[in-house]
Nanobody, 128 residues
Framework: EVQLVESGGGLVQPGGSLRLSCAAS????????MGWFRQAPGQEREGVAV????????SYTDSVKGRFTISRDNAKSTVSLQMNSLKPEDTAVYYC?????????????????????WGQGTQVTVSS
């Protein structure tokens, strides 16, 4: 079955770093565009970064440019998000997503792709 499992969340001080990982299974990972989203309390889920299946292109939301880096390892079917210079406003549940699966109420558009498959989320808290 199609599955995404995030790991690496936790508590970090402002200015610190954290690396999130997402293990994918149940589909041809190398052919699928992958993304990271986040949702803060009381906020809508927003796209953070996308890495495309072909060409190595990436896209980031303005608030994380220069601080976050998305990468993928097709041999391991994983996608990662390296987060540096973290700020309190980065606090959120972070979700791994794939542009595979049937559209439903949870489908979100970001970076020109429709993401329909989601991980369970991992909490990132940036606080002193």
């Amino acid at each position: 079955e199609v599955q995404l499992v995030e790991s690496g969340g936790g508590l970090v001080q402002p200015g610190g770093s954290l690396r999130l990982s997402c293990a994918a299974s149940g589909f041809t990972f190398s052919s699928v565009d992958m993304g990271w989203f986040r949702q803060a309390p009381g906020q809508e889920r927003e796209g953070v970064a996308v890495i495309y299946a072909h060409g190595g292109s990436t896209s980031y939301t303005d608030s994380v440019k220069g601080r976050f880096t998305i990468s993928r390892d097709n041999a391991k079917s994983t996608v990662s998000l390296q987060m540096n210079s973290l700020k309190p406003e980065d606090t959120a549940v972070y979700y791994c997503a794939a542009d595979v699966g049937a559209a439903d109420k949870n489908t979100r558009l970001y970076g020109g792709r429709w993401f329909a498959t989601w991980g369970q989320g991992t909490q990132v808290t940036v606080s002193s």
